[in-house]
């Protein structure tokens, strides 16, 4: 005997269906939620995520995969739609940050699912808010900077980029075409990937390739490292040691000093540089902001990659755009004049000192600039802007400087 469904038990099951999919949505956005008002932007939003959902193990991995979205999309509008619920904040985010329609969209606001494609002006517009509402500092952004492109940047997450180290060209661009994944190569040495490629699951990061923003990989065009040449370096704001290890890609034979305020960052670049293969290096911790000694006080090329707002990357760590207080500006500029003022005297005479941040904002970069030559009367050969925010990557500024010969 055949089973018959009736029409009415039919539609009691759609009807279940359509509540069970509504409620996980919404389920979605109240998670969202809940995390975003535990979060106070005082450390890496990314690190913050993974302590909560190491802590909350109801989650599976397509539920975190929404909710972190959901929350990176609240963030990357910056203080549009404050005095709306956060809820309905997220979901209007979401949106103007979302490229596809989708189902979320579809199932709680089907109209703007049908509005997907056009730009991200056009979505702004349709709910009544504009791009100054998402950045209103306009007035101090650096001469080069197209503020619509740059603030559109914010609703797109970056794309993931690695550098690939001299002598892995071959194994690393077989190991991605056997990998089925989509990929550009830039020549000479950089990869574009989805950001959700795991880098760190196919490749031995540090050895054959570098975790490193397309922006920062272009500074090797600016670094004045004759092959062969034993160069006294020192990356004097050294981080995680990205550009130091580029440097000695560049040239081996330099004679590389790092250093950095924190302990355990140096600790960090130490495990990088073992697994890079860079043996002979000196470093130590250094206060830049204060003159203190300094060991081999005398370099042929500072790289001096100072602290800065960041603002260049807001697009990859939207949570700083959301929590930014534009006397920030003021404060870090006047953190790297200090700085550069305690760095430069350890210039060699006709040697080179790279200043570079990661920012956009005219008061961290041409001033700073400004106040180099003014004070040291060091000549500058090139000054430029890597624009990223059109290419789905972050932005740089870099000034390269010749001190005078004695």
């Not at 005095?83 to 940050?97: H, Q």
């Not at 969209?105 to 509402?133: A, C, G, H, Y």
């Not at 190991?175 to 989509?182: C, E, F, P």
């Amino acid at each position: 005997m055949s089973k018959v469904i009736c029409g009415d038990c039919n539609l009691t099951i759609a009807f279940s269906f359509l509540y069970c999919t509504v409620s996980r949505y919404h389920s979605y956005l109240n998670s969202a939620k809940q995390i975003l008002q535990q979060y106070n932007g005082e450390e890496p939003f990314a690190s913050f995520l993974k302590k909560y959902f190491s802590a909350n193990k109801k989650y599976g991995s397509k539920d975190r995969k929404q909710v972190s979205n959901l929350c990176y999309c609240f963030f990357r509008i910056g203080k549009i739609a404050d005095d709306l619920p956060v809820e309905e904040k997220i979901l209007m985010a979401f949106f103007l940050c979302s490229n596809e329609p989708n189902e979320i969209l579809e199932t709680l606001k089907p109209e703007w699912n049908r509005m997907l494609r056009v730009s991200p002006i056009e979505k702004l517009s349709s709910v009544n808010f504009q791009l100054s509402s998402a950045f209103p500092w306009k007035g101090e952004l650096s001469n080069e900077i197209d503020y619509e492109k740059y603030c559109e940047s914010f609703f797109t997450q970056p794309d993931l980029f690695i550098r690939i180290r001299p002598g892995y060209a071959e194994p690393v661009l077989l190991k991605l075409d056997g990998l089925k994944v989509q990929y550009e190569f830039i020549s000479p040495f950089t990869i574009r990937l989805p950001n959700s490629f795991k880098a760190d699951q196919h490749f031995e990061l540090d050895k054959e390739v570098v975790v490193q923003d397309y922006s920062s990989q272009n500074i090797a065009h600016f670094l004045p490292l004759d092959h062969g040449k034993n160069l006294k370096v020192w990356d004097c704001c050294a981080g995680s040691g990205g550009k130091s290890i580029m440097a000695y890609d560049l040239n081996p034979h330099i004679e590389l000093t790092v250093s950095d305020v924190r302990e355990s960052i140096l600790a960090n670049l130490k495990k990088r540089f073992q697994k890079a293969g860079i043996k002979k290096y000196k470093t130590f911790i250094s206060d830049l902001r204060s003159q203190l000694p300094i060991p081999n006080s005398q370099f042929q090329l500072i790289i001096c990659d100072v602290p800065c707002t960041g603002s260049g990357t807001w697009s990859r760590t939207p949570e700083q755009l959301y929590y930014f207080n534009e006397n920030k500006i003021e404060e870090y500029s006047a953190l790297q004049k200090r700085i550069v003022s305690n760095v430069i005297p350890h210039l060699q005479p006709g040697s080179s000192f790279i200043y570079i941040t990661c920012s956009i904002f005219k008061k961290e970069n041409e001033k700073v600039v400004e106040f180099i030559k003014q004070k040291f009367h060091m000549q500058l050969k090139q000054m430029e802007l890597l624009k990223g925010y059109d290419k789905k990557a972050d932005s740089m500024f870099i000034a390269v400087f010749s001190s005078l010969s004695s």
